[in-house]
């Protein structure tokens, strides 16, 4: 077996790695994201009662595109440990 065999046998392992890091790293961000948009809502409309409907809207719409962006790094993850 050649050097250069061995290296680009490893080197895919190593990317394959790296590509599942980065896809659970992208979910954990937005868990947390997610998570700080959740609290701060309910904080916010534990202060100010009326103001919960707009708040709930605003919140939705924000982590929809928290959520989004982690799905796109997720597939791009999967792309790049696949490819």
Known sequence: MSLL???LEVSGNVGQLGAAIGAGLAVFGAGIGIGKIGGNAVEAMARQPEIAGNLQTAMIIA????EGVALFAVVVCLLIGLG
């Open 5 to 7: 065999s061995i290296l």
């Open 63 to 66: 982590a929809a595109l928290i």
